[in-house]
């Protein structure tokens, strides 16, 4: 699937414009919207979609909240 992003197009309408736009130009499976949503953070982060950057795992540390009885 191709995307192009297109930086020069602008519509001001109402609301109930946007829903009627959004209803009849949004991807039509899950996947599709998924793929897009890819598409638009590489665009956004500057990163190859092919070749997304891999997760900083240092970033963040979990641990084991406490059990509490009663």
């Given at each position: 699937?191709?995307?192009?992003?297109?930086?020069?197009?602008?519509?001001?309408?109402?609301h109930?414009?946007?829903?009627?736009?959004?209803?009849?130009?949004?991807?039509?499976?899950?996947?599709?919207r998924?793929?897009?949503a890819?598409?638009?953070?590489?665009?956004?982060?500057?990163?190859?979609?092919?070749?997304?950057?891999?997760?900083?795992?240092?970033?963040?540390?979990t641990?084991?909240h406490?059990?509490?009885?009663?």
């Amino acid at each position: 699937m191709s995307f192009r992003l297109d930086r020069t197009a602008h519509h001001a309408g109402t609301h109930e414009q946007a829903a009627q736009y959004h209803a009849t130009h949004q991807p039509a499976t899950p996947a599709e919207r998924l793929l897009a949503a890819a598409y638009l953070n590489s665009v956004a982060y500057g990163y190859d979609l092919k070749n997304p950057p891999r997760l900083d795992r240092t970033a963040f540390a979990t641990r084991r909240h406490a059990h509490r009885n009663g």
